[in-house]
């Protein structure tokens, strides 16, 4: 991707937010008029991801549908931004149905991290009565494989019949080769990466797995740009609020 596409791709997705709502757009106006050295500033940062070329524009969108998907308070209408300009980028139907889906089994982490609370909170007559075990053999061939997360054992042991399931379908998903495996290590980056979701244990993790897929440290640090221009797009979007709660004063 030369300078000039790149520059293309950024002034592309300005138009796709005017396109979906334009809420992007008139937070963005509306800064021009209240702050309008910062606004520019602002800008500039926040679409340097799509005019770097450091990553493809398609990468770029793939990896903000992941954010807006796993985000704790998703936005659908930055959600559908980013989807229009990914199909527009010649992403398919398959890959971004497979964002979705990995964000949707990341987002259950959370509940297995809680899993250890429970079985520290349990009494043991409860633990004693514990469910009968079931066949586990997906977690057992991650076990053997040596990719077994122990942050599921506790969810092992108090359901192993539901975690098998979860973890069989995650699986899937990795078998699935709509996507590089360097493409799936950059979500999995973003998303532990992300606000709300910090978890240094697991981005490390999935750096070292990008890297292993052959992904550049200049690749990394664009998808950890990602995340804090999601961060700053949230907050714009609360712009047209504070502008709509001063016209009512």
């Known amino acids: 991707m030369t300078r000039d596409d790149a520059t293309r791709s950024g002034e592309g997705t300005r138009a796709s937010a005017a396109a979906t709502g334009g809420t992007w757009e008139r ?3 509306l800064l021009r008029e209240w702050d309008p050295a910062w606004a520019e500033t602002c800008l500039r ?27 704790a308070v998703p936005h659908p209408e930055s959600a559908r931004r980013h989807i229009r300009a990914a199909l527009e980028t010649g992403a ?3 890959e971004i149905l497979l964002v979705l889906k990995l964000s949707a089994l990341r987002s259950v982490r959370s509940s297995a991290f809680a899993g250890h609370l429970l079985v520290e909170e349990l009494p043991p007559s409860d633990l004693e009565g514990r469910r009968t075990p079931a066949p586990t053999p ?3 061939m991650l076990r053997a494989a040596g990719r077994w997360d122990g942050v599921w054992d506790s969810f092992v042991y108090l359901d192993p019949e539901w975690t098998e399931e979860v973890i069989a379908t995650r699986v899937e998903l990795e078998k699935s080769g709509v996507m590089l495996p360097k493409l799936v ?10 606000q709300g979701h910090l978890q ?11 890297m292993r897929a052959g992904a550049t440290w200049e690749e990394l640090i664009e998808v950890l740009k990602l995340c804090f221009v999601q961060s700053v797009q949230a907050c714009n979007f609360l712009v047209p609020i ?4 001063l016209a009512r004063r």
Request: aromatic residues 6%; glycine residues 4%.
């Open 27 to 29: 937070a963005l106006d």
């Open 45 to 71: 940062m926040t679409t340097n991801p799509w005019q770097s070329g450091v990553l493809s524009r398609k990468t770029v969108e793939l990896i903000s549908i992941a954010l807006n998907a796993g985000a």
């Open 92 to 94: 398919s139907r398959d």
């Open 138 to 140: 997906t977690v057992d």
């Open 185 to 194: 290590a950059f979500l999995s980056v973003a998303y532990y990466a992300s």
């Open 200 to 210: 240094p244990a697991e981005t490390r993790r999935h750096i070292k797995a990008a």
């Open 242 to 245: 504070l502008d709509e709660e």
